[in-house]
């Protein structure tokens, strides 16, 4: 096809350009043309080349839409003239405005800063490629810049471009080997060292004066000059010159020009001028425009009248001052007055080094006493376009499967640019790299040995704050991902405390370690060592039957704390006491399963249901009006509850729906419960062992209510239970079977101001013969005990039993067992620390007399505020029979299946924490007489 119009150079490759007969065979130039634009609209560059063409190529304004740029906003486009025999190239990058515009309208709105830095650079880093590619092919560059000084960035942007160039140089060799040209472009991959030229624009900093004395202003002349003696050489000329030995000397300072050409990225001539300024547009538009005018309709003394080559409005417009760039023939250009030579136009400029490559001549660059000659060829096109071809796959395009592997290369050689290119990473780098020893130095400060996670977190929270104080930059983030992945390996090596916490809610002493297996023994020297959890806390315990106490460790299982210690000191006191067995899993596979964490709802609505439930019941039982007032009439003339009906309780409806159903009755013997037994556990669950424990001492007789209890850690004149009056009948033979539930509330007690029945000053002389039947004294006794095994009895929710003298305590158990009790109370004896010590409910002890009733024990616990479920042994209810002196060990931790609940904090209120009320009621063994009838 026939060169029309500019066209990307991928596509121009991939054409077959017909080649008119006459130039077929002969060479051409290939001429490179890049830089930067200003931020007038239109390309200085796209208009050079309608200046250098004389056509129409490239819109004038930009008012047409380019193609899409690839990743990097960079893009090469050709046109060739093949009248001229000259080919360009035109390189456009970010540092065109359009390209810039466009660049910027991708970058997405919330991208940082670090991220980018990363696109621009990686934009800069495709400009390199193809600035390498161009001085791979071209015989003379341009580089256009919009203003009169020279950009010295372009220093170091040479530099790179020759680093790059000698590491890539064994790859490109690789990509021409076959290439049908000479061994000196396959050996230096280039045809010959190109030439760069400079082209600057006047951008207000030099005037030229429209007169004929061509005479420029006090700004543009030499200090100290005379004004009034003419220059020989114009203001822009100068400007030239002086621009000329500026570029030189920063190039020849630098190294990017040596003495021998050959071994440069490229060359400026010695004897010949490199810089050309074009002027700016007229000041003066209305002069300007009439200037223009004349200039169209006359014909110039240089000028044929033949017919005009181009667009017509090309040929109208080149000359107008609303071109951006390059006006080559205007009528200050030149002035034969004052003794000035006349400036020579930007073609006559360009053309005096495009005649020497067409010409075959070659560039004589080298200086020195000793120069080398340069290789220098000047190709067909057909030759030119198959290195360029191959140069363009391995370089910018890589799409090739043969060529795939060498652009690989390629693009992993561009990491050389960055110690020339990317000045502010390596200033941030340094900045960064000195901030982080700081960074790490205060993380290491007042570090124990082994940490935990939480420590682990503070520190590194500071050593990011003293590393945000210091570092800059785009390598903040990756150096603040670095100083994190430091400071992590630091503490996982070797300092990691176990994150393991006991059952008391304390910290495992141990750095991060494996727990050995069954029948596997604790070793120190593994990595990570093998042991169990310590936490280094030891406390003082009694035992099922608080006969004896022993030291224990802080337990970190339930089974450790609930079961194996008190069954280590089962065999050497309490194994020949009579037990109380609750119901425990007992598998029929070899290899049950613990069930599934699936609570059937959340965990508040059980508790809450259940709290509402048992006040509810409470009420129901103690505050109806019309059952108390029979109650008290009742017992104030020495009748038994029994005559009152459904009060007696506990056995009628509400006692029914306690009942459990038939699939209730039939736990798994496949899957086991893993923790304890609560109120939110699935039904037809049993746990492995049970974490309560109930053991009889002995015989009713075996308390004395006067010395109280003989057991050790009991401080003193608190070993002593409450007293709890039983009102009993006896009761005809007719009437046998019925029973008299009776509970600790104060429906049980006397009417105030009435004497008990059967004891002196009752009402009625039967009562009087009976009082030895009519009422039967138990005891009990709620045992707390702190963590030195120090134990006391507790005669209310905020009491402490201490008894002075003899005869053992005044106060009634009526308060302890109508009310919740605490799980926690604060020890009467607090060490010398600030931190309090708390003690624990452990142990229930009953006196159930020798007398026909039965004392009813059903236990429940709820260790901390709603939503905590409420536990309870495996049997709900428990019958006591008559005659015996019975011990309830409480669990020493509570655990759930979704972890354990942890004794109260300093701050946590302990009323949330208790045992609710109604754990034990009475009920008769015997039938009552029938009810008295009231006169």
């Not at 830095?117 to 390199?128: F, M």
């Amino acid at each position: 096809m026939k060169m029309a119009a500019p066209m990307p150079l991928g596509a121009f490759l991939l054409s077959e350009v017909q080649e008119d007969s006459l130039y077929r065979d002969e060479g051409l130039c290939v001429l490179g043309i890049f830089g930067k634009s200003s931020l007038q609209p239109g390309s200085a560059k796209e208009s050079l080349i309608n200046t250098l063409a004389d056509k129409h190529v490239f819109p004038l304004f930009g008012a047409e839409q380019d193609e899409e740029t690839p990743d990097g906003g960079s893009l090469i486009r050709a046109y060739y003239n093949q009248e001229s025999r000259v080919l360009y190239l035109l390189l456009t990058s970010v540092c065109d405005n359009r390209e810039l515009l466009r660049a910027c309208e991708a970058l997405e709105a919330g991208i940082s800063h670090a991220e980018a830095h990363e696109v621009w650079k990686g934009a800069e880093r495709q400009q390199c490629l193809h600035l390498l590619y161009l001085f791979s092919l071209c015989h003379v560059l341009l580089l256009v810049h919009p203003t009169c000084s020279f950009d010295v960035t372009y220093d170091r942007l040479f530099r790179a471009l020759d680093a790059l160039r000698q590491k890539a140089l064994p790859l490109l060799r690789a990509a021409i080997k076959d290439c049908p040209v000479s061994k000196e472009w396959k050996l230096n991959c280039r045809p010959c060292p190109p030439r760069l030229l400079f082209v600057f624009q006047l951008n207000g900093a030099l005037k030229v004066s429209s007169g004929g004395a061509g005479m420029g202003t006090a700004s543009a002349e030499a200090p100290g000059g005379n004004p009034e003696k003419p220059k020989k050489h114009s203001p822009r000329r100068r400007l030239q010159h002086a621009l000329e030995d500026q570029i030189y000397r920063i190039f020849r300072k630098s190294r990017v020009l040596t003495n021998q050409s050959i071994n440069c990225l490229f060359t400026v001539p010695a004897n010949q001028a490199f810089v050309y300024v074009v002027p700016g547009p007229e000041e003066d538009p209305v002069g300007a425009l009439l200037g223009q005018l004349r200039a169209n309709c006359a014909l110039r003394e240089n000028e044929s009248p033949g017919p005009m080559t181009g667009p017509r409005r090309y040929q109208q417009l080149r000359h107008s001052p609303r071109q951006p760039s390059f006006n080559v023939e205007s009528s200050s250009l030149t002035s034969a007055g004052g003794g000035q030579l006349v400036d020579c136009t930007l073609k006559e400029f360009l053309w005096q080094h495009v005649e020497l490559v067409l010409t075959k001549k070659g560039f004589d660059d080298s200086v020195g006493r000793n120069p080398q000659p340069s290789h220098f060829e000047l190709p067909t096109y057909t030759k030119w376009a198959q290195v360029a071809s191959r140069l363009y796959q391995v370089m910018l395009s890589g799409k090739e499967e043969d060529s795939a592997e060498l652009a690989l290369k390629v693009q992993g050689q561009l990491k050389v640019l960055e110690g020339f290119l990317d000045a502010d990473a390596k200033f941030s780098e340094s900045r960064c790299q000195k901030a982080l020893p700081l960074a790490h130095s205060a993380y290491q400060s007042s570090l124990p040995h082994n940490y935990t996670t939480t420590v682990h977190k503070n520190q590194l929270a500071q050593a990011l704050r003293v590393y945000s104080q210091h570092a800059r930059g785009v390598a903040f983030q990756r150096c603040a991902l670095q100083l994190h992945d430091d400071c992590y390996k630091f503490w996982s090596n070797g300092h990691q405390l176990c994150e393991e916490r006991s059952l008391t809610d304390q910290h495992c002493m141990h750095k991060f370690h494996l727990l050995p297996k069954t029948g596997e023994k604790p070793e120190m020297d593994r990595n990570p060592p093998v042991l169990h959890h310590n936490s280094r806390g030891r406390s003082t315990s009694s035992c099922n039957c608080g006969r004896k106490q022993a030291p224990r460790d802080d337990p970190f299982d339930i089974k450790a704390a609930n079961y194996d210690f008190y069954q280590l000191l089962e065999e050497k006191c309490c194994s020949k006491l009579e037990h109380t067995h609750f119901p425990v899993f007992q598998p029929s596979t070899p290899d049950p399963a613990p069930a599934r964490n699936d609570p059937p709802g959340p965990p508040d609505t059980g508790g809450e249901a259940e709290g509402e439930r048992l006040k509810d019941k409470e009420e129901a039982a103690g505050h109806t009006p019309g059952e108390s007032t029979s109650l008290s009439l009742a017992l104030s003339l020495g009748q038994s509850t029994d005559s009152l009906g459904p009060y007696g309780g506990g056995d009628g409806a509400e006692g029914q729906e306690k009942r459990p159903s038939l699939v209730d009755r039939q736990p798994s013997t496949v899957e086991y419960l893993p923790g304890m037994l609560h109120s939110g556990c699935p039904k037809g669950l049993l746990p492995t062992f049970s974490s309560w424990s109930l053991v009889k001492l002995g015989p009713a007789k075996a308390y004395n209510c006067h010395s109280g209890l003989d057991q050790p850690g009991f401080l003193p004149g608190s070993a002593f239970l409450l007293p709890w009056d039983i009102v009993i009948r006896c009761r005809a033979e007719e009437e046998v079977g019925q029973a008299e539930p009776l509970d600790a509330g104060p429906s049980s007690w006397p009417a105030p101001n009435k004497a008990l029945p059967g004891k002196r000053g009752g009402a009625g002389g039967q009562a009087r013969g009976r009082r030895r039947d009519d009422v039967a004294r138990a005891f009990v006794g709620f045992e707390y005990e702190d963590g030195r095994g120090r134990r006391f009895m507790s005669s209310g929710p905020d009491k402490v039993v201490k008894v002075l003298g003899p005869g053992g305590p005044k106060e009634p158990a009526g308060r302890v067992l109508s009310s919740d009790m605490p799980l926690y109370i604060p020890s009467p004896a607090q060490g010398r620390g600030l931190k309090p010590h708390y003690a624990q409910l452990a142990r229930l002890y009953i006196v159930v007399p020798d007398a026909p009733l039965e004392i009813i024990l059903t236990p429940q616990v709820q260790p901390g505020p709603p939503p905590c479920p409420i536990f309870h042994p495996e049997r709900a209810e428990i019958v006591l029979p008559p005659d015996g002196l019975w011990v309830l060990r409480f669990p020493y931790a509570y655990v759930t299946e979704r972890g354990p609940c942890y004794p109260p904090k300093e701050n946590q209120p302990l009323a949330s924490y208790r045992a609710l009320r109604g754990i034990l009621r009475a009920s008769t063994a015997n039938p009552a007489p029938p009810p008295l009838q009231q006169q």
